[in-house]
């Protein structure tokens, strides 16, 4: 299977990350995370893009915070699909990273998640990569329905 790429743009970032890698260790999918940065180290950010499909990624999920520019300049460098997380950690709420994330040019998409929506961010990566992977197929069916289950159980539970 492809590896995903995890990017943040500061280890300040790390609890939503790690809320992405759960998910992932739970579909068993590699993947590798990295500290880069738009601003602070954009060489390093543009090489990790150009790179990424010879080193063996499928999908690169890229988080950042404030005027979050990182998923878009990773976009930029590859042609993978790359889905941004904007964090939440400003005094704006995240909706300053939420806008600078979704907000791209034409031809060059970053598919955004909600504010801080790491777990999303990887389920969306195994649907991306199970497009031509039975067995992850076969996975994210198998935790949907255990949701499905979940969700009856509480039902059944509710005493109103
Ligand atoms: C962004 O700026 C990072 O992704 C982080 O969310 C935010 C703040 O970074 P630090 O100042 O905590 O390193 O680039």
Known sequence: MKKTALIMGSDSDLPVVEKAVGVLKKLGMPYEAHVMSAHRTPERAADFAKNARDNGFGVVIAFA??????????????????????????????????????????????????????????????????????????RLLEEKAKMAASVAEKDAKLDL
């Open 65 to 138: 915070g404030k005027a979050a520019h990182l998923a878009g300049v990773l976009a930029a460098g590859t042609s993978l699909p790359v889905i941004g997380v904007p964090i939440k950690g400003s005094d704006l709420g995240g909706l300053d990273a939420l806008l600078s994330t979704v907000q791209m040019p034409s031809g060059i998409p970053v598919a955004t998640v909600a504010i801080d929506g790491g777990a999303n961010a990887a389920w969306l990566a195994a649907r991306i990569l199970a497009a031509d992977d039975d067995a992850l197929y076969a």
